[in-house]
């Protein structure tokens, strides 16, 4: 690996749960799913958007995916953007393009054109309800050997031979690594969360996209943060030996029901 952390895989995969596959594998698809309406998706765009802070209800947001309900646009429209986003990456491939292209689309409405699937030129800060430096994110000068090395690591994993228990640990490591390099402008926890599950899916098939892990993410958010924030609060200084709560949250979302 070039830039995932390698150092906690035995320990985590000696810890999760040896029922990971069986809980995996009875996962089922909901009643109300039809050939144009996934509700998982739906739980998936909600929660994530949600941990950002919009106020849609999951209740609201089927009634108006799935029953045609209406909302005010601006109610609805960022969550249905990254619904359109989580269905391409049903049907797309794991990779840097790919990631552009979903981050494009998720950030549709709430970065300029511009900005949307670029790669930030500015330095980037995490700030606090107060107003405070909460994390420092990768300078603009390192993001791009950053990435060349994330998406090489991707690749090499995407065809790799892994176990279960190997692939939800290197999803939750995507997901980790990629939230603090902070590529984006904005959109970087909701692109990180898809990259996740996009992953998984990549791995062990379709049945990963029913895996409420930002369900589960939402519900525990002051936890998810402070897990993120355990590794460090500056680039240049993070300790990954620290990481193991966060990727135990990922494994911790199939008892969700």
């Not at 009875?26 to 996934?38: D, M, N, V, W, Y």
């Amino acid at each position: 690996m070039q830039i995932l952390p390698t150092a906690l895989l035995d320990e985590f995969c000696s810890l999760v749960s040896l029922e990971l596959q069986r809980d995996f594998e009875a996962l089922k698809e909901s009643e109300l799913s039809i050939s144009t309406f996934s509700f998982y998706t739906s739980v998936s765009a909600v929660f994530s958007s949600k941990i950002e802070g919009e106020e849609m209800e999951l209740d609201s947001y089927v009634k108006h995916k799935r029953f045609g309900i209406e909302f005010r646009p601006d109610y609805t429209r960022k969550i249905d953007d990254l619904y359109s986003a989580y269905q391409f990456a049903k049907s797309a491939a794991c990779n840097e393009q790919n990631i552009a292209l979903a981050h494009k689309m998720l950030t549709a409405h709430f970065l300029p054109e511009s900005k949307q699937g670029k790669i930030r030129q500015g330095n980037m800060f995490v700030l606090t309800d107060e107003g405070k430096i909460e994390y420092v994110a990768a300078s603009p000068g390192q993001v791009p050997e950053a990435l060349k090395k994330f998406y090489a690591d991707l690749s090499y994993l995407t065809s790799a031979e892994l176990s279960v228990q190997e692939v939800f640990y290197f999803a939750a490591m995507l997901h980790l690594v990629y939230v603090k390099i902070h590529p984006f402008e904005d959109g970087n926890g909701r692109i990180s969360r898809l990259l996740e599950k996009w992953f998984l899916s990549a791995k062990l098939g379709e049945k990963a996209w029913l895996i409420q892990s930002e369900k589960n993410y939402y519900l525990h958010h002051q936890t998810y943060y402070h897990n993120i924030r355990l590794i460090g609060l500056e680039y240049d200084l993070l300790d990954y030996s620290k990481s193991l709560p966060f990727l135990n949250m990922l494994a911790d979302s199939l008892k969700l029901t």
